[in-house]
């Protein structure tokens, strides 16, 4: 990879932020693009929007048709000022519950449920430059980024981030029942078939178990601004 930030295909900026639950990369990805003064988009908010609404309709989730129909139907989009709208309902907060959580891998592992959101994905990143945070973002999404981070941290941290984050925001859950949803998460991202949770061959490796958001935002600007090496 060249020094600092390089630009994609259509002379934008694309920055792929990866990870696993609870790495910390919805809000270092959104830090680093106001920092930057660039378009944020949450693909984990799109998949979560999804299941939510497949949750909420009493669509079987083992119905894989029915779920990958459902991405085809519906109409996701964010505003900055008013967060994550799922079909004119504002899903901010709703997409967060941790009956969302246990749902969202199940979904976003059909094959043409990715191909929908991946399309509205990187369509984004044609209008714009963007910063974009996912699991298959450097790998699938945005082959072509000119910077690709993976964010990663000990399982137990990441847990503890998770509930720490579902307490802030009023939603009850033990933090056994959080480290059992990240396991079983982190299992079938990891195995699914369609885009496996995994680095890009030339994506930076981060490790944020000892870092707080504010250290890693500062690294990520970094090798932004032309600091990698």
């Not at 694309?14 to 990870?19: K, P, V």
């Not at 082959?143 to 964010?151: D, H, N, R, S, T």
Request: glycine share 8%; proline share 3%; with cysteine.
């Amino acid at each position: 990879m060249a020094n600092g930030l390089e630009e994609g295909k259509e002379g934008s900026r694309q920055i792929a932020i990866d990870g696993p639950a609870g790495s910390g990369k919805s809000t270092v990805a959104k830090k680093v693009a106001e920092r930057l003064g660039i378009f944020y988009l949450d693909t984990g908010a799109m998949y979560r929007a999804l299941a939510y609404k497949a949750v909420k309709n009493k669509v079987p989730l083992t119905d894989e048709e029915l779920v990958s129909r459902l991405a085809y139907e519906t109409d996701i989009y964010f505003s900055k000022e008013r967060g994550v709208w799922c079909d004119g309902e504002d899903v901010t907060q709703a997409i967060r519950t941790p009956e969302v959580s246990r749902a969202v891998s199940l979904v976003a592992s059909y094959p043409g449920v990715r191909k929908r959101l991946v399309e509205l994905q990187q369509a984004e990143a044609e209008r714009r430059s963007i910063v974009m945070d996912g699991r298959d973002i450097g790998t699938h999404v945005l082959p072509q980024a000119g910077l690709k981070i993976f964010l990663t941290a000990e399982p137990e941290v990441r847990a503890r981030r998770r509930w720490q984050e579902l307490k802030s925001s009023g939603k009850e859950a033990s933090l056994a029942e959080v480290v059992r949803d990240l396991e079983e998460r982190d299992r079938q991202d990891r195995n699914r078939v369609a885009s496996p949770l995994r680095a890009a061959p030339d994506a930076v490796i981060l490790d944020t178990t000892r870092l707080d958001i504010e250290e890693t935002v500062a690294r990520i600007l970094d090798m932004a601004r032309g600091g990698l090496r």
